[in-house]
């Protein structure tokens, strides 16, 4: 599969169930401290979520650390084996992407691909950023030459409105808040991803015959996010929208791109804490996940993961809910805080 929509080697693949479905667990936003030991209901959170859903793959959507950097390596490498640890002993594939409060020089991808059920990688090296990259899932019975039954998309979505500035020396863009819905500088993807998503989903297209069915994500959502809590009748939206969306100043024309290819099924977000709406918009789920980390605002009755579940027989048929570590079982023998927030 090299060369032609993955350029980058992999441990192992993914492939259907037995159901012939693929369940991915969606978290975000731990946001550990860069100058102390993180709170360690994180990890057992982490674990009762993977225990009620069983997914095929763990992805988590960055913002591991609040500060980019930890203070020392010694304590970001025992952060890393203790929010690694559920899902390497439940024997989980399991991956990431960075979020705005990430730094790569503070979350060196290498310290997560080293563990066996990791399958994060930089992506390709024309592509901004070092979180953009493709995972397929393929069919159970797997023949050769036979095509994947589901992409995965993953975007790096960057620092903020700066690394525009950084990248092409032009002004960062105005920050225009509205009080209702909300604009800020929590980065955003690029036009370069969008692009390579079109020229990858093409040439894939033109090697297997057909489109594959896919789903997207990345920390920071997309402006479209928006229109699912702005129209929630028209939208069928679910869940709940408890903070104005974080969208980026620019719009990358990434759900344009989505649209047009016709095979995207799905946009997921993390990035702000305390949301757990989704909702349709032009045929794509546009949906967000609630923060699952104790060291920052957050809520304890919407703190959990999005699990989306994908069908090989019917992909518009996907299963799409955000799951509550509240009703995940023993989850409430340490879910609240001291004090507690609802």
């Known amino acids: 599969m090299e060369g032609i929509y993955d350029a980058v080697p992999r441990k192992f ?3 259907l169930n037995e159901k012939d479905e ?9 946001h550990a401290p860069s100058d102390r030991d993180w709170d360690e209901r994180l990890p057992r959170a982490l674990a009762a979520l993977l225990d009620e859903t069983k997914p095929d793959l763990c992805a988590n959507l960055g913002d591991f650390l609040s500060d ?54 930089r992506g390709p090296k024309e592509v901004p950023g070092y979180g953009t990259y493709l995972l397929p899932v393929w069919p159970r019975q797997e023949e050769k030459d036979c095509a994947p039954a589901f992409f995965l998309w993953f975007f790096d979505s960057h620092t ?9 020396g032009i002004p960062a863009p105005y920050d225009f808040r509205s009080t209702t819905w909300g604009f800020d500088h929590g980065g955003g993807i690029w036009h370069e991803q969008a692009r390579w ?54 719009n990358p024309g990434l759900f344009s791109a989505a649209y047009e290819r016709g095979d995207i099924l799905a946009v997921v977000s993390g ?12 045929g794509i789920e546009l949906s967000e996940d609630a923060s699952l980390g104790y ?48």
């Open 68 to 121: 980019g950097i930890a203070d020392t390596p010694d304590r970001f490498r025992r952060y890393a084996a203790a929010i690694a640890e559920p899902c390497e002993s439940r024997g989980i594939p399991w991956c990431h992407v960075p979020g705005n409060h990430d730094r790569e020089a503070g979350l060196p991808t290498e310290e997560f691909a080293q563990y066996p059920h990791c399958l994060s990688v």
């Open 271 to 282: 990035h702000d804490h305390i949301n757990t709406f989704a909702g349709t918009y032009m």
């Open 197 to 250: 998503f079109w020229e990858t989903d093409i040439a894939a297209e033109k090697k297997y015959g057909h489109k594959i069915p896919g789903v997207m994500a990345a920390h920071v959502p997309l402006q479209e996010h928006q229109l699912i809590p702005q129209n929630p009748s028209l939208t069928g939206m679910t869940g709940e929208l408890e903070e104005s969306a974080g969208i980026p100043c620019m």
């Open 160 to 168: 903020g409105s700066g690394s525009w500035s950084a990248q092409y």
């Open 13 to 15: 693949r993914l492939f």
């Open 295 to 342: 060291d920052v605002y957050g809520s304890d009755r919407l703190r959990g993961g999005r699990l989306i579940t994908l069908k090989a027989k019917t992909p518009r048929a996907f299963g799409s809910r955000h799951v509550y570590l509240k009703d995940c079982p023993g989850a409430a023998d340490f879910i609240f805080r001291e004090g507690g927030n609802d």
């Open 22 to 30: 693929f369940r991915v667990l969606f978290v975000s936003d731990f």
